[in-house]
Structure formats: C-alpha cells, structure tokens
C-alpha cells in the first residue's frame, strides 16, 4: 500500500499570499493613494509583472526540477504571449475605433433632428388650443 505524504504546499501558500498581497497594493494604488495617474499606472504595471513572474514560478511550475535539470516549456509561453498580444491589441483596436452600425456617420444625426422637430410641432400644437 501508498504511502501517502500529507504536507501542506508551502510554495503554493506563499505564492497565493504574495498575489493576494499584490493585487491589494494595486487597488490600494488605484483607489486610496494621491499619487497622479503617470505613477498609478506605471506602479500597477511593475506590480503585474511581478505577480506574473510569481505565477509562472510557483504556481505554473515553469522550471520543472524533476525532469533533466529543469524543463522550461518556452513553446508554450511564446505562443501563449502572441495570444494576449492579439487579443489586447484586437481590443484596445475596437475600443479606440468604437464601431457603430451607422456606416455613413449621418443617419444617426438625421434621426436625432427629425424627431427634435417632431417634438416642436407637438409642442406648438398643445399650446394652439388654449
């Protein structure tokens, strides 16, 4: 029969305390300090490297010791970096552009006027009849 090791994962513990304790700088940053935005946003992004160093070292195992002195999958995180690179620019991309259904940027405007004189006139009427 097994033997069964029942120890607690003291790396997994640290890491998961050190990523909590990040994340609460950086809403304390962004929420509860007077430092300007230039400051807030770089301090956030030094914090995110961190914290994504941390999670590829101890929770991702990136360096495996147990197989040939150390495995490090770059394969995967080559690809995995061209995947958030796309998708943050394929966003920041629709976000900056913020396409709308009016093609030719008139119709909504149109819309608008018709339905501010549609108003006046019902307005003129009401007041005709008193």
Same mark, same amino acid.
């Given at each position: 029969m097994a033997e069964h090791?029942?120890?607690i994962p003291m790396q997994h513990v640290v890491g998961f305390v050190l990523s909590i304790a990040l994340t609460l700088l950086a809403t304390w940053a962004a929420l509860g300090s007077n430092l300007s935005t230039t400051w807030i946003i770089?301090? %956030?992004m030094i914090l995110a490297? %961190?914290?994504a160093g941390i999670q590829l070292f101890m929770f991702m195992h990136v360096v495996e010791f147990k197989s040939q002195n150390g495995h490090v999958p770059w394969n995967m995180m080559f690809h995995g970096a061209v995947l958030a690179a796309i998708i943050v620019a394929g966003s920041l991309f629709v976000m900056s552009f913020g396409f709308t259904h009016d093609h030719d940027g008139d119709d909504h405007q149109q819309h608008e006027q018709q339905e501010d004189?549609?108003?006046e006139q019902h307005d003129e009427g009401e007041h005709e009849g008193h």
């Open positions: 090791n029942k120890r770089s301090g %956030i490297v %961190i914290q004189d549609g108003q």
